[in-house]
């Protein structure tokens, strides 16, 4: 199974930017597509944005459009998530997901999912 590891989660101020990294233990991400999900305390958990295995499409939750971008670096087996202009409600545990068939913002795709890293938007 493709083991997922995401990073980059921390504490930051309303406004602030980081970037989260999702390293993948297979011996490549190019055939999988991509997505970034999050979980706040009592919410559902929903999509944040996915990417297609060739890079060049992406979608993205109408909350985050214009100020998160998603990216991945094939060669190094690593997806991105830059967040800027963060606000309070961006606050979550993120998860990165790889599905082998099947692209988008539902969950269905998604076969592997990682172990997520909290940001919190104070």
């Known amino acids: 199974d493709v083991q997922l590891v995401e990073s980059g989660g921390g504490s930051v101020q309303a406004g602030g930017s980081l970037r989260l990294s999702c390293a993948a233990s297979?011996?490549?991400?190019?055939?999988?597509?991509m997505g970034w999900f999050r979980q706040a305390p009592g919410k559902e958990r929903e999509a944040v944005a996915s990417i297609v295995s060739g890079g060049y499409s992406t979608d993205y939750a109408d909350s985050v459009v214009g100020r998160f971008a998603i990216s991945r670096d094939n060669a190094k087996n690593t997806v991105y998530l830059q967040m800027n202009s963060l606000k309070p409600e961006d606050t979550a545990m993120y998860y990165c997901?790889?599905?082998?068939?099947?692209?988008?913002?539902?969950?269905?795709?998604?076969?592997?999912w990682g172990q997520g890293t909290q940001v919190t938007v104070s």
């Open positions: 997901a790889a599905a082998p068939v099947g692209c988008g913002l539902q969950s269905q795709p998604y076969a592997y």
């Open positions: 297979v011996y490549t991400i190019r055939p999988y597509c």
